[in-house]
C-alpha cells in the first residue's frame, strides 16, 4: 500500500538555525499536506501543495512539491522557540484520495 | 474557518465498558470525515473513513466490530470503542472535510484501566 516516509524523526537546533524535514511517497500524489502539532495539542493544517515543482513560501517556511509529485520538503529559516512541536507531511493519493500521514519530525529549539 | 468539535476531549473508561466519541463538523456539511488514531510520539493512522449515510471504511487490520462509527448526519460522525481494553488506550482523534484540507477536532485521550 501507499507508505510516506518522513526524515529526520528528531531534530534538535539552536535557535537562529535553519531546520528542514523530508517526506517521500511511494506513489505519486494528488497533493501534499503539512500540519503542526504542538506538544499536547492536535494537528493544525499549514499548507497544501498541488502542482508539480510548487512552491509557496509562509514568512520563514519554505514548502516544496517535486517535480514527480512524489516528495517534498519543509523549510524553516532562523529558528524561533515558537517553531517547536512535530511537523508532519500527509499524502493525497492520486488513485484512493487518502490521506496518509508521514511519521513526522520533531523539531526542539534551544533558546 | 472550518471547525471541528470532538468530546470528550479525556476519558479514562475501566476495561471491558465501551466509549463513545462525538465529531462534529459546526460550520459546515461534511459527507466524509475521518478517523485517526496516534500513539504517543507516533504518527496518525488512519483507522476508517466515515461515510454520511453508508457503511464505514475500516483500515487493513482496524476490527469494524470493535471500533464502531455510525455516521448519522452529516455534521455528526460517533466512533464507539467497545470492550475497551488497556491496550486501545491512546489519542483517537477525527476530522472532517468538505474541501480538503483535514480539520481536525481536538482529539480524545482514551485512558482504559
Known amino acids: 500500500g501507499q507508505q510516506v516516509m518522513q526524515i529526520p524523526q528528531y531534530q534538535h537546533v539552536q535557535e537562529g538555525e535553519d531546520f528542514t524535514t523530508y517526506c517521500n511517497s511511494s506513489t505519486t500524489l494528488s497533493n501534499i499536506q503539512w500540519y503542526k502539532q504542538r506538544p499536547g495539542g492536535h494537528p493544525v493544517f499549514l499548507i497544501q501543495l498541488v502542482k508539480s515543482g510548487e512552491v509557496k513560501k509562509q514568512k520563514r517556511l519554505t514548502f516544496q512539491f517535486g517535480e514527480a509529485k512524489k516528495n517534498s520538503s519543509l523549510h524553516i529559516t532562523a529558528t524561533q522557540t515558537t517553531d517547536v512541536g512535530t511537523y508532519f507531511c500527509a499524502g493525497a493519493s492520486s488513485n484512493t484520495g487518502k490521506l496518509i500521514f508521514g511519521q513526522g519530525t520533531t523539531l526542539q529549539v534551544k533558546p | 474557518g472550518a471547525v471541528v468539535s470532538q468530546h470528550p476531549s479525556r476519558v479514562i473508561c475501566k476495561s471491558g465498558t465501551s466509549v463513545k466519541i462525538e465529531c462534529r463538523s459546526l460550520?459546515?456539511?461534511?459527507?466524509?470525515m475521518f478517523w485517526y488514531r496516534q500513539f504517543p510520539k507516533q504518527s496518525l493512522m488512519l483507522m476508517a473513513t466515515?461515510?454520511?449515510?453508508?457503511?464505514?471504511?475500516?483500515e487493513q487490520g482496524v476490527e469494524k466490530d470493535k471500533f464502531l462509527i455510525n455516521h448519522a448526519s452529516l455534521t455528526l460522525s460517533t466512533l464507539t470503542v467497545t470492550s475497551a481494553h488497556p491496550e486501545d488506550s491512546s489519542f483517537y482523534i477525527c476530522?472532517?472535510?468538505?474541501?480538503?484540507?483535514?480539520?481536525f477536532g481536538n482529539g480524545t485521550r482514551l485512558t482504559v484501566t
Open positions: 466515515s461515510n454520511e449515510g453508508s457503511k464505514a471504511t475500516y
Open positions: 460550520d459546515f456539511q461534511a459527507t466524509t
Open positions: 476530522s472532517a472535510t468538505g474541501f480538503s484540507p483535514l480539520h
